[in-house]
């Protein structure tokens, strides 16, 4: 039987060479898969994001614990999958038309994904149609939606609308960061969330889940 | 140190400019669209915005070529055409300082994280080693890289722009952590000066990012940091949306008054980021009684 506080240990320390290690020898030895990511991952990737709010992590440290989480994730999730075990909720994620940056927006997918969240990534200068889309054909219950620019921002309202006029907005929780952001442009646009960081869009997206 | 910044050092503190963007968005330009492109399509309106920053007081002024870099360009449509939006450029701001301000022509970052592998340490170098030898063949005073977030990154493009043998400024944003002193990735201002310095690069500096009274503090730790003289272009705050038009709240008077207490620490350049206008410069002359 592996030291399951060494996944925990691992997950923290961004060790995804231990993390798939421990995660494989545990599942073979008949761990129950969900034991492993509730019981070990998600609180050491709670606590990286712990440690990210008192400055002792950054966005690369943040970066490796997630990619270490998702490796073993690659091995859990089939088992998952094949038992009919749902993730936590399916996030169509994108840098909103008009704006090319991805580094926030990728940190946020790799973080939600590492939070036990199907991620359907679809990259930048994402038209209002294509988030539609992707709620009405794969069902994603989050929209989550980025923009680095005061000029791009906008968009993020004119894809709220589109979820409105094809009448799927009730059907999402609608979510949103980047840098120039506020909560009050939330409110203003009617989103249903804002977070200033990576690590806080994960709570927001579990508690939209009603998981928070 | 270089003979230009010891000249223009030898004068007092010296004005740079303020946002471009804004000032082009002001003029046409759509929301979405790459500034950078009008070098090519719209000379006329960038040399406006050069020309009003000079008139404001500027005795340096940048140039439009922020993201000209071949990764930042991509797959856009003017993918390709990065040399020849960075000549442009030089061109275009040489143009209209016409011998009454000098020329530092911006670098800024690819867009791209290092370490999540979408682009290796060599395409980056390269790519910033041929927008600064475009500059440079453009006839730029000095590059200025500047926005970085990552401090590997701006190594790179320091060296890069080393190569030209120009004198390099160098600054990055302090936005992040909880009390906004560190870069994205978690530099601090001490790390930055230090690797900075010894890249090669003549100015250190911080833009962007929080509003100007952040940048007390950050001039402060630089300059403690490194002998090297200290480059800020803060922003005008975070804007807020005002019938979907950003908007930033403070004055350029408000935005002076902090100037004083930036000089008293030693501050060589001073100028804005985003939110600022040429007005702003304005400001900052009259503070200082020219």
Known sequence: MPDLKELYEAVVRGDAKTTQAITQQALAEGVDPLELVNGYMVPAMDEVGRRFECNEYFVPELLISARAMKGALELVRPILTARGDQPLGRVAIGTVRGDLHDIGKNLVASLLEGGGFEVIDLGVNVPPEKFIATITEKQANIVAMSALLTTTMPAMKTTIEGLKQAGVRDKVKVLIGGAPITQQYADEIGADGYSENAVGAVALAKKAMGAG | ?290
């Open chain 2, 1 to 290: 140190m270089h003979p230009l910044i010891q000249q223009l050092l030898a004068q007092g503190p010296v004005i740079t400019d303020g946002a471009w963007g804004t000032q082009l968005q002001a003029r046409g330009l759509a929301l979405g669209e790459f500034p950078d492109a009008w070098n090519l399509s719209r000379p006329d309106a960038v040399a406006e915005v050069a020309r009003a920053y000079i008139e404001a007081g500027s005795q340096i002024i940048l140039t439009n070529t922020f993201g000209a870099n071949s990764i930042r360009l991509g797959d856009h449509a003017a993918a390709g055409k990065a040399p020849e939006i960075n000549r442009r450029g030089v061109e275009i701001s040489r143009a209209a300082a016409a011998g009454r301000a000098h020329v530092f022509a911006s670098i800024g970052p690819t867009g791209k994280l290092l370490m999540n592998g979408d682009v290796t340490s060599e395409e980056m170098r390269a790519a910033f080693a041929e927008q600064a030898l475009a500059l440079a063949k453009g006839g730029a005073d000095a590059l200025v890289v500047e926005t970085m977030s990552d401090l590997d990154e701006a190594v790179l493009a320091v060296e890069a722009a080393g190569q030209t043998g120009l004198p390099v400024v160098a600054c990055m944003v302090f936005d992040s952590g909880k009390d906004k002193d560190r870069t994205m990735m978690g530099t601090t201002p001490e790390q930055a000066a230090r690797t900075l310095s010894e890249a090669g690069a003549e100015v250190i500096g911080a833009n962007c990012g929080q509003g100007i009274a952040g940048f007390v503090g950050i001039g402060r730790r630089l300059r403690a940091a490194t002998d090297r003289p200290i480059w800020l272009k803060p922003n005008a705050g975070l804007p807020v949306m005002v019938d979907g038009h950003p908007q930033y709240n403070v004055t350029p008077e408000e935005f002076a008054g902090y100037v004083p207490q930036l000089l008293e620490l030693g501050v060589a350049f001073v100028g804005g980021c985003c939110g600022t206008r040429p007005d702003f410069v304005t400001a900052i002359r009259r503070q200082l009684n020219r």
